[in-house]
């Protein structure tokens, strides 16, 4: 019997945050240096997302290095515009949390600034239990760590547990440990891949 389910926000419960899409609009928006900006960011990239860099940090490192004919509260606002929920995902979420049968977390990668402001603007916290970030746990996917602490932190069986994700290299060290992984690619396939392992939606 399945009891808990961990959702990715990112490619599930709604847009990436801050993706090569969203990095390739940046530098068209603000006339940056691509190549030159794609080497910076991939060099902070995982301390930022693991809460050893704020975002000011990371901004100093990546794109404010020198001076620009922008201001910083003006790219800033830009990340936060790339964020976008799916409101379907949400609302199957909702559904199952409402149910009373199953416990509902989030499991992702993401910056401690961006993570609250998604968490937020997308109203999870409604929705889930608890929200298992790399900022906050120290640890990114796929590495098998952040899945022995979300489990241990909910006391969950792996056996008993889900994991949904839309990259399948996130979802194989979760399978490892004997968690049930999901490859999401739309709200109607997770309808039946959930039922397929016992889900009631």
């Known amino acids: 019997m399945i009891t808990h389910l961990f959702f990715d926000i990112g490619g599930v419960l709604g847009s990436n945050a801050w993706g090569s899409a969203e990095r390739a609009r940046a530098v068209e928006r603000f006339g940056l240096d691509g190549q030159d900006f794609d080497r910076r960011h991939r060099e902070v990239v995982g301390p930022w997302e693991e809460g050893r860099l704020t975002l000011d ?3 100093d490192s ?3 290095d020198v001076p620009r004919p922008f201001t910083r509260d003006a790219f800033r606002a830009f990340m936060l515009e790339q964020s976008a929920p799916s409101r379907e995902v949400i609302a199957l979420a909702g ?3 409402a149910g009373g049968r199953y416990r509902l977390m989030t499991l992702n990668n993401e910056s401690a600034e961006l993570n609250a402001y998604r968490l937020r603007s997308f109203g999870l ?3 889930f239990a608890a929200f298992y970030s790399s900022c906050w746990l120290g ?3 796929p590495a098998r760590r952040i899945y022995e602490l979300a489990l241990a932190i909910s ?5 008993q547990s ?8 996130n979802l194989a060290p979760a399978r490892a440990l004997g968690m049930r992984g999901l490859r999401f690619t739309t709200v109607e396939a997770l ?11």
Do not use: H, S, W
Not at 155 to 159: E, F, L, N
């Open 125 to 127: 916290a409604p929705v």
């Open 62 to 64: 990546t794109v404010f």
């Open 155 to 159: 006391q969950a069986d792996p056996a």
């Open 162 to 169: 889900v994991v949904i994700d839309d990259r399948e290299q």
């Open 191 to 201: 309808r039946r891949d959930l039922a397929a392992n016992g889900v009631a939606v």
């Open 95 to 97: 559904a199952l949390a």
């Open 139 to 141: 640890v990114t996917k």
């Open 57 to 59: 940090e990371y901004l």
